[in-house]
């Protein structure tokens, strides 16, 4: 099994639509992390948690909200979604160590039409 | 403005040839760089990290070197193989960036037998 399981890993929706995307990991991280990934363009942080009671906005949260339900799950949802939120989304945990790699998981692939 | 740049062409080497990729940032103090592979439609795994207080760092045909001078990282696949083929990101840590690593968009290596 997958160390980072995101859920779904694709799906089609509909402009205006509430989305949530779920991720689980099983590698005792504190830290969790949104991640979108687009043609060209780096991946960009949309939210990150260190603990269940921390929660911090990335650089492109504007249209995202997050919750960590629990220190393994941290949930992304876009409350109304719309056609440039199309995107590939990744979460990725850490350890607390400051050199610490990211563990990213396979992906959930969204398209809104 | 601050930016983390890598080639967005991809870059095509025969078999047994040495592959370089480049990653260059701009007004960005670093206190490391991480590189990345990324094969279609997964997710991103780390591979080598590099302090800004390091020349070079070496693992199994993989060479990594830091130029803080020239601001830039060069990521070397030596002996490269078609298995070798994916996209290669690199990731810096701003001095005080808090643990949020900021990517480059990637450089897509292909390499041909």
């Known amino acids: 099994d997958a160390d980072v399981t995101q859920t779904p890993r694709n799906r089609i929706t509909k402009t205006g639509k509430r989305i949530m995307l779920e991720c689980s990991q099983t590698?005792?991280?504190?830290?969790m992390y949104w991640y979108r990934q687009d043609p060209g363009l780096g991946l960009r942080l949309i939210y990150y948690?260190?603990?269940?009671?921390?929660?911090n906005k990335g650089e492109i949260s504007d249209g995202y909200s997050v919750s960590r339900q629990a220190q393994a799950k941290f949930s992304l949802s876009l409350e109304s979604a719309i056609p440039n939120q199309t995107a590939l989304y990744f979460c990725?945990?850490?350890?607390?160590?400051?050199?610490?790699?990211?563990?990213f998981g396979e992906g959930s692939r969204l398209t809104v039409l | 403005s601050q930016k983390i740049e890598q080639n967005s062409e991809a870059l095509n080497i025969q078999e047994g040839k040495t592959a370089t990729l480049t990653c260059n940032y701009t007004?960005?103090?670093?206190?490391?760089l991480q590189w990345y592979r990324q094969d279609p439609g997964r997710g991103p795994v780390f591979l080598l990290l590099i302090r800004e207080n390091e020349k070079e760092k070496r693992k199994e045909r993989l060479k990594v070197t830091f130029d803080t001078t020239l601001k830039q990282s060069l990521f070397h696949i030596t002996a490269s193989q078609p298995a070798d083929s994916a996209t290669y990101l690199c990731?810096?840590?701003?001095?005080?960036?808090?643990?949020?690593?900021?990517f480059g968009a990637g450089t897509r290596l292909a390499v041909h037998p």
């Open positions: 590698k005792g991280h504190d830290r």
């Open positions: 990731a810096l840590l701003p001095l005080g960036g808090y643990n949020k690593l900021i």
């Open positions: 007004n960005y103090s670093p206190a490391y």
């Open positions: 990725a945990t850490r350890t607390g160590r400051n050199t610490g790699e990211l563990f």
């Open positions: 948690s260190f603990d269940v009671k921390d929660i």
